[in-house]
C-alpha cells in the first residue's frame, strides 16, 4: 500500500526566506510523486511532479524538489518566498501502471510573514 | 481552453437528501476522477473512470456513485446524505492511462454542505 507523510501541518517562514517542505512516502512499487498547491476556496494547482529520469524536479512559481529514493523523501523547496506563496501544499504519490488514483499527504499550510 | 468545470459550485442539502454533482473534464481527456476533501484534510480518493469504465474505487460506502459519458463527461451521485458529507468535492482529467498521462488537472471544486 502507498501512503504519504507530510511533516508539520503548518509552517511559517518570513518574506525572503527559504521554503522547505517535507513529503516522505512509502510504496511498494515504482511511484510517481507529486506537489500541488490549493490557495483558499480553490481547487488544486500542479506545482511539479516526479515520473521517471531526473531526481531534481524543478515546478512552477520557482519550486523545485528532489526525489531521493535512497530516504524515500520528496521535500518541496524555494529559496526566496514571497507573500504570494501562501497557501495549502500538498504532497501526492500514485502508481505506476493503469490505477492512477492519487494518494494525499494531509497537506502542510505555508504561512509568509513580512 | 476552457478547464475542468464543475457544477454547480456551492450547494446546500437535508440530510437524508440526495445529490448529484457533475464534472466535464478539459477536452480530449478521457480519465476523471472524483475525490473528496473535508475541511482541514487533504483529498480522499473515490472513483476513477477511464473510457466510461470504473477503473478505481475507494473506501466510501455504497451511497456513492458515478458515472461517465460518451463524451466523458461526469457524475457524482450521494445517496442518503449524512452530515459528515459535507465537504469539498473535486474532479480531476486527466488525457489517460498512459504512463506519459500522469498529470491530473483539478477543477473547483463543489462545496456541498449538509444541513
Known amino acids: 500500500a502507498q501512503s504519504v507523510t507530510q511533516l508539520g501541518s503548518h509552517v511559517s517562514v518570513s518574506e525572503g526566506a527559504l521554503v522547505l517542505l517535507r513529503c516522505n512516502y512509502s510504496?511498494?512499487?515504482?511511484?510517481?510523486l507529486f506537489w500541488y498547491v490549493q490557495y483558499p476556496n480553490q481547487g488544486l494547482q500542479l506545482l511539479l511532479k516526479?515520473?521517471?529520469?531526473a531526481t531534481l524536479v524543478k515546478g512552477i512559481n520557482g519550486f523545485e524538489a528532489e526525489f531521493k529514493k535512497s530516504e524515500t523523501s520528496f521535500h518541496l523547496t524555494k529559496p526566496s518566498a514571497h507573500m504570494s506563496d501562501a497557501a495549502e501544499y500538498f504532497c501526492?504519490?500514485?502508481?505506476?501502471?493503469?490505477?492512477?488514483?492519487?494518494?494525499w499527504g494531509l497537506g502542510t499550510s505555508l504561512a509568509v510573514n513580512p | 481552453d476552457a478547464g475542468v468545470t464543475q457544477s454547480p459550485t456551492h450547494l446546500i442539502k437535508t440530510r437524508g437528501q440526495h445529490v448529484t454533482l457533475r464534472c466535464s473534464p478539459i477536452?480530449?481527456?478521457?480519465?476523471v476522477s472524483w475525490y473528496q476533501q473535508v475541511l482541514g484534510q487533504g483529498p480522499q480518493f473515490i472513483f476513477q473512470?477511464?473510457?466510461?469504465?470504473?477503473?478505481g474505487r475507494g473506501n466510501f460506502p455504497d451511497r456513492f456513485s458515478a458515472r461517465q459519458f460518451p463524451n466523458y463527461s461526469s457524475e457524482l451521485n450521494v445517496n442518503a446524505l449524512l452530515l459528515g458529507d459535507s465537504a469539498l468535492y473535486l474532479c480531476?482529467?486527466?488525457?489517460?492511462?498512459?504512463?506519459?498521462?500522469?498529470?491530473?488537472?483539478f477543477g473547483q471544486g463543489t462545496r456541498l454542505t449538509v444541513v
Open positions: 480531476a482529467s486527466s488525457q489517460g492511462q498512459g504512463a506519459m498521462n500522469t498529470e491530473a488537472f
Open positions: 477536452s480530449g481527456h478521457k480519465s
Open positions: 473512470y477511464y473510457e466510461k469504465e470504473e477503473r
Open positions: 510504496s511498494s512499487v515504482p511511484p510517481y
Open positions: 516526479y515520473t521517471t529520469g
Open positions: 501526492a504519490v500514485s502508481r505506476t501502471g493503469n490505477n492512477r488514483k492519487l494518494i
